[in-house]
C-alpha cells in the first residue's frame, strides 16, 4: 500500500526530528559523556520538549543504540585496511573524531 502525500510528509518531518534529536544527543555524548547527558539536556539544546524525546526514543538507552548503523559502518571501513595496524589507528581515528569538526559520526 502507497503511502498518501501527507504521510509523507509526516514521515519526512518525523525522520528529520529523530536526526536533529541524534546529532544533539552525540555532541553531548561526546562533550559530557554519556553517563553525565540527560534527556532534558538533549530536548533542551535541540530546541524541543522532553516529550516529543519520548515520542521517537523510549528512554536514553535508546538514543544511543540508535547508533548502531554508524558503527557498522566504521567497523566495515576498520575491516577493510590492509593490516591490523591500520585498522587500529582507523578506528582510533573515527572513535577520538570530533563530530562538529570532521562531521564524522564516531560509534
Not at 15 to 22: A, F, G, N, T, V
Not at 94 to 99: C, D, E, K
Request: with cysteine; glycine share 4%.
Amino acid at each position: 500500500m502507497e503511502m498518501t502525500i501527507q504521510e509523507l510528509k509526516k514521515k519526512a518531518i518525523e525522520d528529520i526530528r529523530r536526526e536533529q534529536i541524534l546529532k544533539v544527543a552525540l555532541q553531548l555524548f561526546y562533550k559530557n559523556g554519556y553517563s553525565k547527558t540527560k534527556v532534558s539536556e538533549i530536548a533542551a539544546v535541540a530546541g524541543i520538549s522532553k516529550g516529543l524525546i519520548y515520542h521517537y526514543f523510549k528512554n536514553k538507552s535508546e538514543i544511543l543504540f540508535a547508533f548502531k548503523d554508524q558503527m557498522e559502518v566504521c567497523l566495515n571501513e576498520c575491516k577493510s585496511q590492509a593490516t591490523p595496524r591500520d585498522c587500529i589507528l582507523t578506528f582510533t581515528e573515527r572513535l577520538l573524531a570530533n563530530p562538529d569538526e570532521s562531521g564524522y559520526i564516531p560509534p
